[in-house]
T-cell receptor, first 114, second 113 residues
Framework: EADIYQTPRYLVIGTGKKITLECSQT?????MYWYQQDPGMELHLIHY???????EKGDLSSESTVSRIRTEHFPLTLESARPSHTSQYLC?????????????FGPGTRLTVT | AQSVTQLGSHVSVSEGALVLLRCNYS??????LFWYVQYPNQGLQLLLK??????LVKGINGFEAEFKKSETSFHLTKPAAHMSDAAEYFC???????????FGKGTHLIIQP
């Protein structure tokens, strides 16, 4: 069973607020990812990290930022939330040095910006 | 760049009938392919994966998929659908940064009693 956690699970917030979505994993995985999933749509990679102090933007442009100060923690921040940020955000992790590229997903955070 | 196409945003089958969910991919390198399932308000759970070797791969919950290079396909099947199979199914290929996944749009599987 994958041990990757996301909080909060649901968040409703007003426009202009700063928010941080938390993601933690206890598997010691080096690689971590954030995906954005709009209703009825595919997931898009918005951020990834190879390890501590490594962060990169993904395929889909996002106004969010991420940090990776500890291996197990990969938070995502929106400085000023807007209704266009309403979406589901999924965090995932994967070990380095395997040939399977399997990713383990958290339960997701469903964000609504009013 | 890698891409994934899932034919049919919704598939409806009767309980006990064959399940067939279609996935075609585009990849400039030998693909690593995955099927994930997503139940309502949950994250993604890995059903099965193809990396190398045997082209018919078996996964959890009775699902299997066959990698066909000549057809660039990786269709998901299950001989007999169960009500608990109702969910969203995503096909994915490795291809993003840090080996991130490129996903298809998903197929919503509906099981009729």
């Amino acid at each position: 069973e994958a041990d990757i956690y996301q909080t909060p699970r649901y968040l409703v917030i007003g426009t202009g607020k700063k928010i941080t979505l938390e993601c933690s994993q206890t598997m010691g995985h080096d690689k971590m990812y954030w995906y954005q999933q709009d209703p009825g749509m595919e997931l898009h990679l918005i951020h990834y990290s190879y390890g501590v102090n490594s962060t990169e933007k993904g395929d889909l442009s996002s106004e969010s930022t991420v940090s990776r100060i500890r291996t197990e923690h990969f938070p995502l921040t929106l400085e000023s939330a807007r209704p266009s940020h309403t979406s589901q955000y999924l965090c995932a992790s994967s070990p380095i040095g395997t040939a399977t590229y399997e990713q383990y997903f958290g339960p997701g955070t469903r964000l609504t910006v009013t | 760049a890698q891409s994934v196409t899932q034919l049919g945003s919704h598939v409806s089958v009767s309980e006990g009938a064959l399940v067939l969910l279609r996935c075609n991919y585009s990849s400039s390198v030998p693909p690593y392919l995955f099927w994930y399932v997503q139940y309502p308000n949950q994250g993604l759970q890995l059903l099965l994966k193809y990396t190398t070797g045997a082209t018919l791969v078996k996964g959890i919950n009775g699902f299997e998929a066959e990698f066909k290079k000549s057809e660039t396909s990786f269709h998901l099947t299950k001989p007999a659908a169960h009500m608990s199979d109702a969910a969203e199914y995503f096909c994915a290929v490795v291809g993003g940064g840090a080996d991130g996944l490129t996903f298809g749009k998903g197929t919503h599987l509906i099981i009729q009693p």
